[in-house]
């Protein structure tokens, strides 16, 4: 418990500091490709971390999956991407096609924890492997566009859009991550072993 609370005093501080970095305007001044070197790189420091750590990678692997399920219903946002392309915040390829992509994976993600019961690895991990190719899809397209015309992008650097490189996208793609880590190590999984609940 003690090892539970000072990880998520450290969550809390780092999303403290993106909501900081946005508000000041820190962010918004960055130009692609920087915004996915931050993302690499934060991903990158949690994904070494959950290995070199103990108190971290125990956190990790005894964490219920429905809760690493459930932190996939932010790509609902996906919803709020559209928006800003109708207002012509943002173009086409990325607010729309990677919008509803996000979209998809929110409601299946949805629909997994409704029907956890009947949820077996195999969906698991199909849905998984298309979450995060579709995750990694919507990085690369910002990253493409906001190089050609960053000024096209420049919506997703101001609060609370922020927050997605800062914070947000990097959890989501560690999450993948550690799913598949989960189904391999047949730990925790619906289907291999029995979830309390």
Not at 3 to 23: P, Q, S
Not at 102 to 122: E, P, Q, W
Not at 129 to 135: D, F, K, N
Request: aromatic share 12%; charged share 15%.
């Amino acid at each position: 418990m003690r090892n539970t609370r000072k990880i998520v005093v450290i969550f809390i501080i780092w999303f403290a500091a993106a909501c900081l970095a946005g508000v000041t305007g820190l962010v918004e001044h960055l130009k692609p490709p920087f915004p996915q070197l931050i993302i690499i790189s934060i991903t990158a420091i949690l994904l070494i971390s959950g290995f070199k750590i103990k108190s971290f990678r125990e956190f990790l692997l005894n964490l219920d999956w429905r809760f690493i399920v459930g932190l996939h219903l932010v790509r609902y946002i996906g919803f709020h991407f559209i928006k800003l392309f109708m207002r012509e915040e943002l173009p086409f390829e990325f607010a729309v096609i990677g919008g509803i992509g996000d979209i998809v994976i929110a409601y299946t993600a949805t629909m997994i924890l409704v029907f956890y019961k009947r949820i077996g690895s195999k969906v698991l991990l199909i849905w998984n492997l298309l979450g995060l190719a579709e995750i990694l899809f919507v990085v690369f397209t910002a990253a493409r566009i906001g190089i050609k015309d960053p000024q096209s992008m420049a919506a997703l650097l101001k609060m609370p859009l922020s927050l997605l490189p800062t914070f947000v996208v990097p959890v989501i793609i560690t999450s993948h991550i550690l799913l598949l880590i989960r189904i391999r190590s047949k730990r925790g999984i619906p289907g291999v072993v029995k979830t309390p609940g």
